[in-house]
């Protein structure tokens, strides 16, 4: 049963801390059944376009957009000087998806699609997606553009003026686990970035409950090479980066600001996390190692629980058994968002690790995810 | 400037006075010039014998003593039901090496050799030390068997009871970085493990110039798979490890002690530290993020200034400058520490980030740079 | 232009023609469309068990069927003491395959599945398969103890006595390419070898086709580490795998046996190959470069247009386009076998390149289009 | 004693076959003791300048000269605007060589070089070999520009006009294993190929024994990435090399000339042979296994028994004892090329495998040997 469905609300979670206004409200919103699909919505087919799709985010969206049931890729954008067939640009789709891959045209993808999914950087997803609108589509954008209401804080850490500040008001971050509801209505929504999905995850529940420290935050994150998208420089190369362990952008990557207006908002104070990226010698994954403080001693169990609690109605986190520890292995492909905490009795300390596909929960799988949301399809189709 | 100093600047060698007892003096003793050799010296070579030649480590020695000017490797020995040529076991050594690898006879070593390396598994090392320390053999035992004054100690973290403890009291912790002097009277040397270097060379300067909070010490490590050890297991498989990333023994890795009872030396406190180890894949490297809490507001060219203050004669830890970061990559293959470190004035912490090659400067290299300074040779000879 | 067809254009199945005995009809029986489903089988379910279900093959056999939409899992079996759930063996499968992993046990596999895979090493294999045929199930097996008709070929190159021999004239070489219609109508299926997967289907059409010399066939494989399976040995440890590069059983791969039988059905004469496996530091992936030497001069586009017309109704086989070469990337996770080939004017020779995934199209995937083939569903059902 | 030294000539293999005028002897003259060094030469030091510092093989033939008792390099210069400290390009060197890395100005670098490294872009060397031979200083190209001595044959397989012919009379093929003496009378010596180094030590001997035919030469390489240079494009980024295998330029690549050309001169014929090279995700190291057709029937024995003999001065080829085969981890830093062999009786083929590192005997490291050559030192210093 589903709040907002015309159902009655959710129950929470005896001992779950009331959510302020504002608040994520963890049990409540992200039914895994997903809303129950009636009569002639049951064959509903929507059409999407990707725009931008032969970067790593916009092929791994055509990955599970071609395997979703309910959703038919109808049009495929990238920067180009001619249409090619997307086989050509990716063999991977040959036999598959044998779309034309076009430079971008908003009234020719406004024709073939209902919903838009903009896989752009950022500075560019912020042009295309008044037109989109405009025109009555649903967009998902992946880059940062939407996520702040605060435009300010987007010039901040972003470098560049927002030139789309009118739709600031109407987009939606879109984390599911804290959102659901907000997503469902929305027709702007800012699909989270990779580090953001894995850390807030991991640290949202403990801070709404009031478990931890809101001042003591650290979190030391390890992300596969595909994060840094598919362009050429030297730094990325595979002699680079094959056998080498490398620290970047220590207390000033751009995803702080993300993660701490969410982490705001869950806690209901400002919060200031110190967050130190690093680049891994594999493809896909992040492994997010967050340091805590307890307000009061606190049991590896009862952080477990506070975790499953807090997750019950999510469908895309797992939170390990006790002893257990999250491993990037474990969501390769997957859409899942794997969570583990240890109390740690000699420091006082708490250590969570999560671990999500950064391709996947970290990007394309939770636009998909967010697709279902919009969509009133139920939140798992096509995702598991 | 060193705490307990005084606040003079620290002499050099060979006159420097006498350090306060127990405590690291990080500037004074580590010469990267080393001893002058003088006349008959200059052609002295050592004969030196590695117990346990055929793992990781054992053979990473051989890589770097067979290009050594000063030692000469005779003696080779395995767990092994007989004889072997060294190259059979390792192609890599043929046409190098032409030594046979033999089952361990003690007495046949000690006629062959006038310094040993023991690469054995903990526990098994401790059974050996003394036989040889009785032939009047220097010992470097690069396990953890003689890295604890206190046997209780070892017992806690290793799980078995010391069986030589009569040995203890003489043996000395070989980082050269903070115990030269120490190093190079001993007989018996226990070569620190792979993570401590990492871990030690980047917190003890700032905790013995009173920077930082003894308290308050977070490391985050990540460590290629050879630190695992040449042995077969089904998590250590190709298969397992690539494309993975993943964390282990949180909060409890063996490893704890030795960093607490060298960081506690140079704090002139207890401490104790979280410590998370985690395996990333790739052959080799440590990368080490440590997070500490400054004791008042500290810039980042401060923090550098401390290490290069500290580290000034010591020829293997290099100090980035300003705006770089340690990368394993940059180590690969040598016998340096790197350091780089940040201040971040947003959430008032410190990062420190280090780089070694877990079987360089974490194992066989420290081990060479160990033998150098008992030997009265140069500190770098052979290493660089 | 298909050999023994007189050259008339193949006619499609249902009414296809007989082949010729003991050769493949290559455009003939794999239609891509499969078999038309008509009323109460279209949502016919098949309960399909997993013996064996804890090794490489075995999850990948998992992850396939879970989003398979007609079939459904129901016992899990493995080499072990007690029961144990699958998530606690993998954690990949929490929250998608709760299902328990038991000691096998055959009455009780029997009385929960219709079809079985057996993920068994060879030789075990054997001993499972007449129970389970005996009680009426469809068998799968991705061993190679049911791939020979010939006892006597079995024993010389696995070197053991073929313990269910009686079995073997009802076993069907589960290659769909070649044999869909008698994979159709099998109660036994032998799934094919990694190796002989890329190989056959880079070889047979040209042979079958007359194109190439008979006698002059080099195949140069490479294969990822999880070819290996799920065990741990030295060897395949990650420091040992991780950069390097080497061959292994020259000339003396067991996997030749069923390469140079299907290539001599395909061919109408006795074939040997000269089969060089190696193994390249990554997880997934076969690239086969083949060798072949024309019977008289033809170009690269005579040979595109060969494999097209050979696979015209294969849906799992992708000819590349003229100058595209293959690439394991491409396959990653996917059925498809891609080939590419180059006629080389300057030695007149042929370079075939073909590229699989070892544990789909090399697998478990491949054993799924058995099943799908056995069980009447069309070919790609849960497999694009 | 080294032939053309004043000693009288080496003696030959009993059996060895009489090289031809212009073709490689192999036993005579690659002396492994090299040169005897007298009196006032024991201390003799070289002055070295690296044109092009900053690539993998420039950096990798810094590693070697930084090490090397007899060199010592003075100047450094890559494509810059301004200096920088080679430091600052690559940190690896910071304590090891604080040297200038400057943009190119011939007549500083005469200033301060005897030896000037070429380790430039095909297409570039040509430019500037003129200049440094003009000044009297000794030349070893890395690029391809001086490998042949035919200018058409460069022409037509790299593209581009010969714009040094001049010099090309004086240039001579630096494969020291078969061209020794030569390369000591040298003051231009052109280092090979990677790939070429690999696939001729493994090729010419048994042609020039006359036991392979020559028409018959397939040539299946596999190289490490950092063959492709440091530089940037999307195909040699992490995520597209990782976890993927696959062909390019199938019996095209430029180096097929260079091959051939050496071959022909150790058969005495022309020779065509195919050559395959692949892209391996690792950073170092080149398998090549290569087919051949005996003209007789022939042993594995025999095989490595003609390698043996042909290589017996030759200190930087190790062949492989009977059973084993080559495996890039051996070479790994290594300036060995390592040969296996293996006579396949069911096919009557032999196969050939050969491993190096592309960047030590691929290339600098092979450069120091041809330094050593050309300045009277013995073939193995520094490089062992």
Not at 141 to 164: I, K, M, N, P, T
Not at 188 to 202: F, K, M
Not at 311 to 336: E, H
Request: glycine share 10%.
């Amino acid at each position: 049963m589903i709040p907002g469905d015309g159902g009655e609300p959710a129950p929470r979670a005896p001992d779950a801390p009331r959510p302020a206004a504002g608040r994520p409200r963890f049990v409540v919103d992200s039914g895994a059944g997903g809303p129950i699909i009636r009569g002639d919505e049951v064959n509903k087919l929507i059409r999407v376009a990707v725009v931008g799709a032969t970067g790593y985010t916009g092929c791994e969206l055509l990955e599970i957009l071609t395997r979703h049931p309910r959703a038919k890729v109808t049009s495929l954008t990238a920067k180009l000087d001619h249409p090619i067939l997307m086989s050509e640009e990716s063999p991977r789709f040959a036999g598959r998806l044998d779309l034309p891959c076009t430079p971008l045209d908003v009234e020719d993808v406004c024709r073939k699609a209902d919903l838009v999914f903009l896989s752009l950087p950022h500075g560019v997803s912020m042009k295309y997606a008044g037109p989109f609108r405009a025109a009555g589509k649903k967009v998902i954008d992946l880059s940062a553009d939407f996520r702040f209401r605060d435009a300010a804080v987007f010039a901040q850490w972003y470098g560049v003026e927002h030139a789309a500040q009118g739709l600031l008001p109407e987009a939606v971050y879109g984390l599911p686990e804290l959102r659901a509801d907000e997503i469902r209505g929305a027709s702007l929504v800012a699909n989270p970035g990779c580090y953001p999905t894995g850390s807030i995850l991991a640290i949202a529940p403990l801070l709404a409950a009031g478990l931890v420290e809101p001042g003591e935050i650290i979190i030391d994150s390890k992300s596969g090479a595909t994060g840094a998208g598919r362009k050429a420089s030297i730094p990325m190369i595979f002699g680079e980066v094959n056998e080498s362990f490398r620290a970047y952008k220590v207390g000033r990557h751009q995803h702080i600001a993300e993660i701490e207006a969410e982490l705001g908002r869950a806690a209901g104070v400002p919060i200031r996390v110190l967050f130190t990226p690093h680049l891994a010698p594999m493809n896909r994954g992040i492994l997010t190692t967050v340091y805590l403080k307890p307000r009061s001693p606190v049991s590896s169990s009862a952080l477990l629980d506070a975790y499953r609690g807090a997750y019950a109605r999510s469908p895309f986190v797992r939170v390990m058994p006790p002893g257990a520890l999250a491993d990037t292995k474990n969501v390769l492909g997957l859409n899942f968002c794997d969570i583990s905490a240890v109390a740690d009795d000699r420091t006082g300390r708490i250590v969570v690790i999560s671990a999500i596909d950064n391709l996947v929960k970290g990007a394309a799988g939770q636009a998909v995810q967010n697709m279902n949301l919009v969509s009133g399809f139920p939140e798992t189709e096509g995702l598991r």
